[in-house]
């Protein structure tokens, strides 16, 4: 599918302010670009932002690194794997191949590692966090003029969310900051040293990005926040996050409104009354719990208890929507013992998520955990992801069942030529596959009956 360009305060009609003199801007004369994304929604919009800027300069986008002349890494470095990914994927560009290009890492692991990434990859010309998008263009500029590295790695910023320009990769979902950072300190987690504080954007400016978006074709929205239930309005309005879920759904033209990461501290019951009451408000919560196991969630520092966690999943069952609920779990934290993994087992045996994102723990840089006693063995951790993920499995597969005969309404995403099948989403994030002799439903709302279940995935046909 072709990509929209969404331009909130520039045109890319006319030479791109700030493009260097002489330069041709024309997709002709272009220098050319390759991003490669890792991690969740969160950077996945920053690259969005990161495209924007690149391609109001003059540049242009190709889709791979053999035919660029810049290639950036866009990092997450919330687990060891991912970050260590990142180092191997730079190796690919040592030597001539390196050095015919310019290369950059930007995100997490470009904030982590610092200047130290030019020690382990000399070849590398850019390093820049996510704080340091909006400086993009200056940094470009250097490059530009001859200098050989550049860094932009300030976190000490209230300047976040939205670059002037943003390509849109989802033509029909648009990804929307609307809180930076965090503020918690969980002893396992990089985000506050990578992303900075927690950091707040106005009420009317996520207002005004949403009617914009809008008037380009969108329907969809998701709000984005590493803890993005902690939001607080920093405007007069005075806005706290379900109030500003309802305001985002009240504008006109906006059919689903989406939101992730909540923490469980600030879930509050005026969240689940939102959802209850504004249809628009989706019917999905990704409630991260990490553990079932109260010692270790002390241990983590999550600053809730199982109990208390519970209560909140309570709040979810007794609305009158029933919305799904999804989490996060990480095994192996140092020191979690047989009987602690069980009692993360038993959780997922009474909350019955929809689904789970679980991964085995990794010592992060400048993190506590990372100096606990008493690690987790490797072979143990893998068997207690391995028994996790297939009881997991067998909820999701007992869950999906119950929807047989029901219809919902999906959003169309893709198309499975090699089945005949189009792709969609429910309102609660369900991938719903189904059946249709339509010719184009791309982009367009369907009712579809639901005539098949497995783990991961619905199967139906389309009503009427």
Same mark, same amino acid.
């Given at each position: 599918?072709?990509?929209?360009?969404?331009?909130?305060?520039?045109s890319?009609?006319a030479?791109?302010?700030g493009?260097p003199?002489g330069r041709d801007a024309?997709?002709?004369h272009?220098?050319s670009?390759y991003?490669e994304t890792?991690?969740?929604?969160?950077?996945?919009?920053?690259?969005?932002?990161v495209?924007g800027?690149?391609?109001?300069?003059?540049?242009r986008?190709?889709?791979?690194?053999?035919s660029a002349?810049?290639v950036?890494?866009n990092?997450c470095?919330?687990?060891?794997k991912?970050?260590q990914k990142v180092?191997?994927r730079?190796? +690919?560009?040592?030597?001539?191949r390196?050095?015919s290009k310019i290369?950059?890492?930007l995100g997490c692991?470009?904030?982590?590692?610092?200047?130290?990434?030019f020690?382990r990859a000399p070849?590398?010309?850019?390093v820049?966090?996510s704080a340091? /998008?909006r400086?993009?263009?200056?940094l470009l500029?250097e490059?530009e003029?001859?200098?050989?590295?550049?860094?932009?790695?300030n976190?000490?910023t209230?300047?976040?969310?939205?670059t002037e320009v943003?390509?849109?990769d989802n033509?029909?979902?648009?990804?929307?900051?609307?809180?930076?950072?965090?503020? /918690?300190a969980c002893s396992?987690c990089v985000?506050?040293?990578?992303?900075?504080?927690?950091?707040?954007?106005a009420s009317?400016?996520?207002? +005004?990005e949403v009617?914009?978006?809008?008037?380009?074709?969108?329907?969809?929205?998701q709000?984005?926040?590493q803890t993005?239930?902690?939001?607080r309005d920093?405007?007069?309005?005075?806005?706290n996050?379900?109030?500003?879920?309802?305001?985002?759904a009240?504008?006109?033209g906006i059919?689903?409104?989406?939101?992730?990461t909540s923490?469980?501290?600030?879930?509050?019951?005026?969240i689940?009354?939102?959802? +209850?009451?504004?249809?628009?408000?989706c +019917?999905?919560i990704?409630?991260?719990v990490?553990?079932?196991?109260?010692r270790?969630?002390k241990?983590?520092?999550?600053? /809730?208890s199982?109990?208390?966690?519970?209560e909140k999943?309570?709040?979810?069952?007794?609305a009158?929507r029933?919305?799904?609920?999804?989490?996060?779990i990480i095994?192996?934290f140092?020191g979690?013992?047989?009987p602690?993994f069980a009692?993360?087992?038993?959780?997922?045996d009474e909350?019955?998520?929809?689904?789970?994102?679980?991964f085995?723990y990794?010592?992060?840089?400048?993190t506590?955990?990372?100096?606990?006693?008493?690690?987790?063995p490797?072979?143990?951790?893998?068997?207690?992801l391995?028994f996790?993920q297939q009881?997991q499995?067998?909820?999701?597969?007992?869950r999906?069942q119950?929807f047989?005969?029901?219809e919902?309404?999906v959003l169309?995403?893709?198309?499975?030529?090699?089945?005949?099948?189009?792709s969609g989403?429910?309102?609660?994030n369900?991938?719903?596959?189904f059946?249709?002799?339509?010719?184009?439903?791309?982009g367009q709302?369907?009712?579809?009956?639901?005539?098949?279940?497995?783990?991961?995935?619905l199967v139906?046909?389309?009503c009427g």
């Amino acid at each position: 599918m072709a990509a929209r360009i969404d331009i909130p305060l520039a045109s890319l009609t006319a030479k791109p302010a700030g493009a260097p003199a002489g330069r041709d801007a024309s997709p002709a004369h272009a220098r050319s670009f390759y991003i490669e994304t890792f991690g969740c929604q969160m950077n996945a919009h920053d690259s969005e932002k990161v495209a924007g800027l690149l391609l109001a300069r003059g540049y242009r986008q190709v889709e791979s690194p053999e035919s660029a002349e810049m290639v950036l890494f866009n990092t997450c470095s919330i687990r060891e794997k991912a970050a260590q990914k990142v180092f191997t994927r730079l190796n +690919d560009f040592r030597g001539p191949r390196g050095q015919s290009k310019i290369v950059g890492v930007l995100g997490c692991v470009a904030q982590q590692e610092g200047e130290r990434i030019f020690e382990r990859a000399p070849w590398v010309r850019m390093v820049c966090g996510s704080a340091s /998008y909006r400086n993009l263009p200056e940094l470009l500029a250097e490059i530009e003029a001859g200098d050989t590295r550049v860094t932009g790695l300030n976190l000490d910023t209230a300047e976040t969310f939205e670059t002037e320009v943003t390509r849109r990769d989802n033509p029909f979902r648009a990804y929307l900051t609307v809180i930076e950072g965090c503020d /918690y300190a969980c002893s396992y987690c990089v985000v506050p040293h990578t992303r900075g504080p927690q950091r707040s954007r106005a009420s009317d400016a996520v207002l +005004d990005e949403v009617r914009h978006l809008v008037q380009n074709g969108f329907t969809e929205v998701q709000l984005l926040g590493q803890t993005v239930n902690s939001y607080r309005d920093p405007s007069a309005a005075g806005m706290n996050f379900a109030q500003l879920l309802r305001a985002v759904a009240a504008v006109v033209g906006i059919r689903r409104v989406r939101f992730t990461t909540s923490h469980p501290n600030d879930f509050t019951p005026e969240i689940v009354h939102a959802i +209850d009451s504004t249809p628009a408000l989706c +019917d999905h919560i990704h409630l991260p719990v990490q553990s079932g196991s109260n010692r270790v969630l002390k241990q983590m520092r999550r600053t /809730y208890s199982r109990a208390e966690y519970l209560e909140k999943i309570e709040w979810i069952r007794a609305a009158q929507r029933r919305s799904s609920v999804t989490t996060d779990i990480i095994v192996g934290f140092p020191g979690e013992t047989d009987p602690e993994f069980a009692e993360t087992i038993s959780l997922l045996d009474e909350v019955k998520f929809d689904g789970v994102f679980a991964f085995k723990y990794s010592p992060r840089p400048n993190t506590t955990a990372k100096d606990m006693t008493d690690p987790v063995p490797e072979e143990v951790k893998s068997q207690r992801l391995a028994f996790l993920q297939q009881r997991q499995r067998e909820i999701q597969i007992s869950r999906n069942q119950t929807f047989l005969g029901s219809e919902f309404e999906v959003l169309v995403d893709g198309r499975h030529e090699s089945r005949g099948q189009w792709s969609g989403r429910t309102t609660s994030n369900r991938i719903v596959n189904f059946a249709s002799p339509a010719e184009n439903l791309l982009g367009q709302y369907c009712q579809v009956k639901i005539t098949g279940a497995g783990p991961n995935s619905l199967v139906g046909e389309q009503c009427g």
